[in-house]
């Protein structure tokens, strides 16, 4: 459990998930970066799913899920957008309309196209598996490599000359991004897909100095 500090009553914001969970770790980063304190309740979704208080807040049974007083809310995508939106500090949507909407686009992406090559076809098949003594499936891995070059062509088209994935400011859309990309870098396939894309590699490098990444819970 993360105990969010002096402020957390006036804040009053629960997070249910895993530390290890990468959605999880997206909401957490989002809230670091507006400076939110916050309770993170642990909850083991595999090994717990029908008497978890999960199940009560969200019908699908997933993680997160954000508690802000009276207020519950899933998805990830939308739990981001409410913490920018509730909380002071700088935006993390851009102003320009083109540029929010090119934030948008890489954070459907991202759900749609890399967090499972990345993430459960790199990640989980040549790291977590064999950590626990298990085999990886090659078939699964050779279609990550394959997917996972698709997005991350798309990914470096998308952020051009930027400092950052939908402008030359950190937004949603780097937050949304940076567990999926920094679990695919702990895997040699991953490593060698982004020494072909220098921008994302830098990109890579400028998250992780960033405080809110060296606050919360990173596989290593």
Not at 67 to 72: L, M, Q, T, W
Request: charged share 15%; proline share 3%.
């Amino acid at each position: 459990m993360n105990q969010g500090g002096s402020h957390q009553l006036m804040n009053n914001v629960t997070v249910f998930g895993m530390a290890q969970s990468v959605y999880t770790q997206i909401v957490l980063l989002v809230l670091k970066e507006k400076n939110v304190t916050y309770d993170l309740q642990e909850t083991d979704i595999f090994s717990d799913r029908r008497v978890s208080k999960i199940a009560r807040l969200n019908p699908f049974e997933k993680i997160p899920v954000l508690v802000h007083g009276d207020f519950d809310l899933y998805e990830t995508c939308a739990i981001t957008r409410y913490i920018d939106e509730t909380f002071s500090g700088n935006s993390l949507q851009p102003g320009n309309i083109k540029d929010r909407a090119r934030m948008h686009q890489i954070i459907a992406l991202l759900d749609a196209h890399a967090y499972l090559p990345m993430v459960w076809g790199l990640f989980v098949q040549l790291v977590a598996l064999p950590e626990q003594g298990k085999s990886s499936d090659i078939d699964t891995i050779e279609q990550a490599i394959k997917q996972t070059s698709i997005c991350l062509d798309a990914l470096a088209s998308l952020m051009g000359e930027n400092a950052y994935l939908a402008n030359s400011q950190l937004s949603l859309a780097d937050l949304h991004a940076f567990p999926m990309v920094y679990h695919l870098a702990l895997t040699h396939q991953g490593a060698a897909l982004l020494s072909g894309h220098p921008s994302i590699g830098n990109w890579l490098k400028r998250m992780s100095t960033r405080l809110s990444v060296q606050h919360i819970a990173l596989t290593k």
